[in-house]
DNA sequence: GTCTATACACTGATAGAC
DNA sequence: GTCTATCAGTGTATAGAC
């Protein structure tokens, strides 16, 4: 039985929050109004104040959750073993989480900007502990003599851009499917950081 | 002798394109008012539409002349020698020449989403006239033995990623300088590519 | 070449009816 | 929980004086 119209028990919100990040990664925070996402959502511009205070708090929020939900992933995804097999894990589960979630890696990479400065900071910390994972990890390869790289940020800085890079242009459905992508960044991310080839 | 007021003599026009630059890559094309370029210029609202047509069109020059900067530039850094020097010179080359333009690299990467159809197809031929680059270098390299790569398309998109991520964390006066940078990152492409190291 | 004044649409957010 | 009506402010772009 339908259940009598106007009670959607909670599932107005998750589609706001659904719009928000499908607009304002097509066009940029600054160029989605109000009433673009209301009209997505199907609802009028006054009734999105029920889900979110304001504008910067929806953005704030589909930032924030994108970020908290890639730590998590990573926390069960991480093999927690010696660090050549840890940084496959690594790269293979970047580039997966990455492109299944390509508007909000897209606004929590470029909307940084239109974020005031103290939901900036918060936003920027949790970054920051993302990036401390592959500094981790080449830390300990370079101890365990597995692996070489002459600056341990810098190679972590140019992993995650080259594997985020992956972004810009896979498709479902092209020529290489996910596993083939996955596979071949991994094995580049090895000669980065001077892993020693098996086969050559 | 200073010369009249109001004989500006074509300096105005190179200043309302930086001012523009810098707003845009600062808050994004959307969140930059044509009062807030002229106000930065020093000029009122209308006086602007003596140098653009429009807002779009003054993003799209911006682009363009990036564009067109960054493969003449190319053309002369190009030592078109053997392909593992030619990746050399590339990597250095795209570093140096993106720290040295971070508004103008910001805007051609994060605004194409800001441009008409019409006007995208243009600026994306540019893009992708540059990607060919790397694309050759690889091409050459694996031909001749000196690399290995699994995919030179993919390998050319992930060297650029890196390269370009620089621009995400460099800044003057920090803890390396520029052509520490370069040495260190045509280092990591070198691996990434399968270049046998020199000193192992 | 720059100014002021102006057009008219749209902005984020709020108030109060239902 | 959604609606309509509304606020004060700002958006791009144009017209015409100087």
Redesign the pocket.
């Known amino acids: 039985m339908a259940r009598p119209s106007?009670s959607?028990a909670g599932v107005?919100g998750p589609r706001v929050r659904a719009a928000a990040e499908r607009l304002f990664a097509r066009h940029g925070y600054a160029a989605?109004?109000?009433?673009?996402i209301a009209a997505e959502v199907g609802?009028?511009?006054?009734?999105l104040?029920?889900y979110t205070p304001?504008?910067?708090t929806l953005l704030a929020g589909l930032m924030r959750e994108h970020l908290d939900d890639l730590l998590a992933a990573w926390g069960k995804a991480d093999p927690g073993t010696d660090p050549v097999a840890r940084l496959d894990a690594f790269a293979r589960f970047h580039i997966r989480f990455h492109i299944d979630r390509p508007d909000a890696v897209f606004i929590a990479y470029m909307e940084l900007r239109s974020l005031e400065p103290e939901t900036f900071a918060g936003i920027e910390a949790l970054r920051r502990r993302y990036e401390t994972v592959p500094e981790g990890i080449l830390r300990d390869g370079v101890a365990a003599g597995v692996m070489a790289v002459a600056d341990v940020k810098l190679a972590s800085m140019a992993l995650i851009a080259m594997l985020t890079g992956v972004n810009t242009w896979y498709r479902d459905g092209g020529r290489l499917d996910r596993d083939a992508v996955e596979g071949i960044y991994a094995d580049m991310a090895r000669g980065m950081v001077g892993v020693e080839r098996v086969s050559t």
Chains 1, 2 share one sequence.
């Not at 989605?32 to 673009?36: E, F, G, H, P």
């Not at 609802?43 to 009734?47: D, L, S």
């Open positions: 106007g959607d107005t989605v109004s109000m009433r673009m609802i009028g511009a006054g009734a104040y029920h304001d504008k910067q």
